[in-house]
């Protein structure tokens, strides 16, 4: 059976928890992924935030003066990197998330998404 950490990446993309809209915004575009882990000190997994979260707080005042903080989502759904790829296929097929933190020791130490497990599905079909 397969396991997350064959398929996670392994140099995952996070943004700290004090980190501006701007720079938000600036990392999700060039990462092109659909939302990032939220560090804080001791690189802790401490929220998450989606391109979701920062639509909805565009609305607020100050927008740009907000943070990844403030707009995160602080429960977030995480797998380990030692799970079974189906575990990862389960939240994806029960829950409207693109990408999951893969944590070890509280730390994010990759990323799985939506389309690497499709990606490996399809490598087992031919």
């Known amino acids: 059976m397969s396991k997350v950490r064959n398929i996670m ?42 391109e979701r979260d920062i639509i909805k707080a565009v609305a607020k005042p100050k927008f740009m ?20 790829l189906t575990h990862a296929s389960k939240i994806f097929s029960e829950l409207d998330l693109r990408i999951l933190p893969v944590i070890k020791g509280g730390k994010v130490v990759g990323l799985i998404t939506r389309r690497a497990v499709i990606e490996r599905l399809l490598s087992t079909l031919h």
């Not at 003066?65 to 079974?84: N, Q, S, Y």
């Open 9 to 50: 990446s392994k140099k995952p993309i996070t943004i700290s928890e004090d980190a501006d809209i701007r720079k938000l915004c600036k990392t999700l575009a060039k990462s092109r992924l659909s939302g990032l882990p939220v560090i804080g000190k001791g690189r802790n997994l401490v929220g998450f935030v989606s």
């Open 65 to 84: 003066e907000l943070t990844a903080k403030t707009i995160m989502i602080k429960k977030v759904k995480t797998v380990g990197p030692d799970d079974p």
